[in-house]
T-cell receptor
Framework: GAVVSQHPSRVICKSGTSVKIECRSL??????MFWYRQFPKQSLMLMAT?????????EQGVEKDKFLINHASLTLSTLTVTSAHPEDSSFYIC?????????????FGPGTRLTVT | AQKVTQAQTEISVVEKEDVTLDCVYE???????LFWYKQPPSGELVFLIR??????QNEISGRYSWNFQKSTSSFNFTITASQVVDSAVYFC???????????FGTGTRLQVFP
């Protein structure tokens, strides 16, 4: 149980185009999903917290107009990288929270590798 | 501010050696969670353990063991009799209870040679 999928797993796009990445909780409902970014050989950095039915909360330094997050249902959050540039090339990972309180668990998707040429 | 430090960037061992990965954290919260994740070359994060701040009991799971010491703010991870399949990047992380945000350490790349 508690499986999170991401689509696509890899994407190559041209500079200036937009790319949408989907994050789905397959067998549970997730009121909250998180989006992380990981540059090569670096750690994961939280970009934003996505709550179903409300606006995402972005971490300091993350451009909300560039990284559009939509969490329209309890099983789907999307991250759209708008007007992508080569410096946006990275590994994007989402996670979904199963429940609040004591468990405080996040389940991670397999990640999406974005390459902007 | 919350912070997780993994001072070892890379460790190389030979199969069957024991290896300990260090993790030191900083937080002002009295209630928090600590995690270890494994990231193999495929990139997918594999959950290894979650420990809450009130549970200082050490834990063993097969060849894996964890030593949580609140007095030194450390949550170290030991792999006994390492295997080549253990080669990966290991991340220690700290979670805020209220927001569930995960703060990751910089990771330790473990290479186990046959």
């Amino acid at each position: 149980g508690a499986v999170v999928s991401q689509h696509p797993s890899r994407v190559i796009c041209k500079s200036g185009t937009s790319v949408k990445i989907e994050c789905r909780s397959l067998d549970f409902q997730a009121t909250t999903m998180f989006w992380y970014r990981q540059f090569p050989k670096q750690s994961l950095m939280l970009m934003a917290t996505s709550n179903e039915g409300s606006k995402a909360t972005y971490e300091q330094g993350v451009e909300k107009d560039k990284f559009l997050i939509n969490h329209a249902s309890l099983t789907l959050s999307t991250l759209t990288v708008t007007s992508a540039h080569p410096e946006d090339s990275s590994f994007y990972i989402c996670s979904a929270r199963l429940s609040r309180g004591v468990k405080n668990e996040q389940y991670f998707g397999p990640g999406t590798r974005l390459t902007v040429t | 501010a919350q912070k997780v430090t993994q001072a070892q960037t890379e460790i190389s061992v030979v199969e069957k050696e024991d290896v300990t990965l260090d993790c030191v954290y900083e937080t002002r919260d009295t209630t928090y969670y600590l995690f270890w994740y494994k990231q193999p070359p495929s990139g997918e994060l594999v959950f290894l353990i979650r420990r809450n701040s009130f549970d200082e009991q050490n834990e063993i799971s097969g060849r894996y063991s964890w030593n949580f010491q609140k007095s030194t703010s450390s949550f170290n991870f030991t792999i006994t009799a390492s295997q080549v399949v253990d080669s990966a990047v290991y991340f220690c992380a700290l979670s805020e209870v209220i927001t569930d945000k995960l703060i990751f350490g910089t990771g330790t790349r473990l290479q186990v040679f046959p």
